[in-house]
């Protein structure tokens, strides 16, 4: 793992969390994306060498949806950059890691996603990313 990509945060109103986080942060998102196969709408902020994503649900079925359900707004999970997710999931697994996703998706930003487990990662919801344009 090279660095924390981004850090996922789970909103119920992306419009007006935009608001709170461009005054929080003194920078406007850079990029809305629905995420049609998750169920959610996205929003990202640069800070550095790192993201802040917000995330909203686009419907009641959506992981962010029950998310909110159960625990309300907040941190949903950390996400780590690497430059082989493949080789990273047959990795983790070996060392005992449940993983949610046993092959990479497409994601939200031009980047392959997969999530462990939060079972399995000390109650964390753990997400591994590779740049798109990384993949052979």
Known sequence: MNKIEHIGIAVKDLNA????????????????????SEGVK???????????????????ESPIAKFIAKRGEGVHHVAFAVEDIE???????????EMIHHSPKQ???GKLIAFLHPKSSGGVLVELCQDMDNKE
Do not use: C, M, W
């Not at 969390?17 to 049609?36: F, M, Q, R």
């Not at 929003?43 to 994503?53: D, T």
């Not at 080789?87 to 060392?95: F, G, P, S």
């Open 17 to 36: 969390s935009n608001t709170v986080y461009e005054k929080l942060l003194g920078v406007a998102h850079y990029k809305i994306e629905d995420v049609a």
């Open 42 to 60: 996205t929003s990202f902020f640069r800070i550095g060498e790192s993201k802040i994503e917000l995330l909203q649900a686009t419907t009641p």
């Open 87 to 97: 080789a990273e999931i047959k990795r983790l697994k070996n060392e005992g890691f």
């Open 107 to 109: 994601g939200a930003d």
